[in-house]
């Protein structure tokens, strides 16, 4: 019975068991599963329920023969649900390490790909300001500089 106990628990983890001989010679084997964190922290109303069937004892009646092979059976029945939900959890925690590393990937390349917009963004209109400063001085050398000096020309209004 004990190497069936240590199937049904992990290190930590405890359990209440009553091994009762009735004078017809049936048993009564009681289980009652003991969790070791504080139930009034515990606030969510899905947690409660896992808590609340978590906690709840198996009992087995009958002949001695017949509550061995129910047990057996039972703790067989726990170790592969233990097994399925380890494995439920293991594909749960390996798909949001994925979700993580792919949303933070995108999240970077984005960034990357803001950065060089606005870099280029800058580098257009640093070019076309030095353009447009270009085009200005070369206008500004290609007019010629009026002359201060009174026109000679008497007949002229100008």
């Keep these: 019975m004990l190497d069936l106990l240590t ?31 504080d139930a009034d922290l515990v606030t969510d109303e899905d947690a409660m329920k896992a808590r609340a069937a978590l906690c ?13 092979e129910c047990f057996t059976r039972h703790v067989q029945a726990n170790v592969d649900a233990r097994q399925q939900l380890r494995d439920s959890y293991d594909d749960l925690t ?3 390490k994925e979700a993580a590393k792919s949303a933070a990937q995108a999240a970077a390349s984005k960034k990357a790909k803001t950065a ?6 800058n580098t257009d209109t640093t070019a076309t300001t030095t353009k447009a400063d270009s ?7 290609a007019t010629p500089k009026a002359d201060t000096a009174p026109a000679s020309n008497p007949s002229s209004l100008f």
């Design 7 to 37: 199937r049904m628990t992990h290190a930590g983890e405890s359990m209440t068991v009553r091994y009762t001989r009735k004078s017809d010679d049936s048993v009564e084997l009681l289980i009652q599963p003991a969790l070791g964190d």
């Design 135 to 141: 085009t200005t001085e070369s206008q500004a050398e």
């Design 94 to 96: 390996s798909a949001t």
């Design 56 to 68: 709840r004892p198996v009992l087995f009646r009958g002949s001695h023969a017949d509550v061995s």
């Design 116 to 121: 060089a917009s606005a870099k280029a963004a």
